[in-house]
């Protein structure tokens, strides 16, 4: 993380649903103790039990009845300390309360990569009047309008999505439209957060490796970050948001010494860490490289048939050219400490210098949009030539000198001595032109709307149908249907109104749309098999826009669905009407006003029998099953008597 350029991380225990508190603490290598900057900085949730062996909750909507339980149980806890008091020192109901004035940080990420988890954490918070600070999701800019809606700063990750393997056309044939855009946008994710107005911070979470962290800055910021957003973001936002920008966060007097040197500006692609300083402490990271290497050396490379001159001339930390005989274009690289060369006479430097013309590239790539040319740079220098010389060393004093092999396997040594030496540029980064990329999908995959597309409310007259009335007129021939507000205005035979647009429905029939009054489309999970009565848990919790079946549905004529829990419980829970909207958000799905249901289940499904499913649940007969809605019925009376 130093290596990074960290100097201060929050840290907490990333295991279950409450994970109580994180601390802040600087990276210095002091004793544990000497470390803290504030014990407790912040409380810590998310969507995922982790390793609890318990069996509830084993859903999405699941753990989010679970956490509004506990929120409910510690209000009670709070409020009723007589009534507490007999039942007995709750630590964890004790505890959950005095979090409650810390920051509350949301992993809304840590259950898998959905969007809508978001939406989801926020309005528990919305729920119980706690703003959370969200731990993004990445996918933030496919929702962007409904994720600034929530008010909740965000703590976004840079773990943008590798390209996909499409070599094989049978590995391509299995990559889908919305991982390709996937890959296309994630990048603008942070400048689309900051364009929305919403405040954020980032974070290493998620990488491979923390030391790519910054190279991950630097492309958000190639897609459109401004740089004054990325450094608060990494600075002054995650301090103040914490409570310890008093301490850390800026170069100020009185403040922790931490700060990094660099050999350019942090977020230019030229700059290198030379030195992480933590309360004050060096800790070196590649301060060879302090001085600027671009200029022109003398390199002679001793071989066993003798000795070979060349000029060096080196332009950034990964370019140079070599001149002998002929200019070659070796495999330059140097991190601050390890240099290598790798060069044969077969890379030529191309007359005229650098990658073939586009046109060129284009045809040889059989067309279509040009490939990133610092890709294909690293593409075309990757792999040396076989007959190639490997050379490698280290930085003593401004001379170079180390060992090598040649293309035969003979080793030899080297050394290179500075003829000119240019001074490093201090100028700022220079904006690139953001790279074009398409637009978003609602929802984001096949078949998904544009902005331009989506479907918009307005008046339609439908003109000369055959109208199935599915009512007591039955069906009506050459008939008029006229659509107004979303709502049928009126039905019957030559209709007028000037602000419509007229649809020719000669020949066409037109009925009511079908209505599913059992389905389990469009949700996030469909049971909560931890326990057979889950009558807590809510479809509406966890429903899923971008399930693909409402798009096939649409297509079949259902217009509105009943979405149920599965049959894995005896009472599976509360039950959701939705309306099919494709590309609507989860609240766009919902039907108002409905009178709600709650599913329940009889038969061999939710008896689910030990013999052929490994239930170790209670009821595993049928006759269990019925005990069991006697029993629930019957606490759930007395339940009811007692709060009365």
Known sequence: MREAGFGTVLTHQKDGIVRGTGAVVTLSSDKDNLVVVKEKASANLSFSKGTSTVSYPSSMMGNIALLRQTYYDAAWYKSNPDAAKKEGVNLSLKNFTDNQSLPQIFDAQDRGIDLWNVMRADRIGDEFGVQYIIKATGREYQRIKEVAATKAPLIVSLNFPQAQDVEDPNDARLVSLADMKAWELAPTNPAAIEKAGIPFCLTSADLRDPKTFLSAVRKAIEYGLTEKAAMEAITKNPATWLGVYDKVGSLDAGKLANFVITTAPVFSEKATILQNWVGGEK???????????????????????????????????????LIGKDTLTPRFSYDGKTVKIGYAPSMRARRGGGMPNMANMQAMMGGGAPPNLAALA?????????????LSGYNNGGIWNGTGVDSLGNMLTWSATPITLTAAKTDS????????????????????????TMPKQETVLFKNATVWTSD????????DVLVKNGKIAKVGKNLSDAGARVIDATGKHLTAGIIDEHSHIASASTNEGGQSVTSEVRIKDNLDPDDINIYRQLSGGVT????????????????????????????GLMFKNWDPFIKFALGENVKRSSSTQGNTRYPDTRMGVEQVLTDAFNRAKAYDTEWK
């Open 283 to 321: 800790y070196a990271v590649k301060e060879d490289a302090w001085h600027s290497i671009v200029g022109t050396y003398n390199l002679v490379v001793n071989t066993p048939a003798g000795s070979q001159a060349f000029t060096l001339d080196v332009k950034t930390n990964s370019s140079a050219s």
């Open 378 to 390: 690293g593409a075309a220098t990757a792999t040396l030539p076989a007959n190639a010389t490997k």
């Open 429 to 452: 980064v220079k904006q690139k032109p953001i790279p074009k990329v398409g637009g978003t999908m609602y929802p984001f995959t096949a078949f998904g709307a544009s902005d331009s």
């Open 472 to 479: 007591k007129e039955g069906k009506l021939d050459g008939a």
């Open 560 to 587: 509105t669905s009943h979405i149920l829990h599965g049959s894995a419980n005896t009472i599976g829970g509360q039950t959701q009407l939705i309306k099919l909207r494709w590309g609507a958000d989860d609240e």
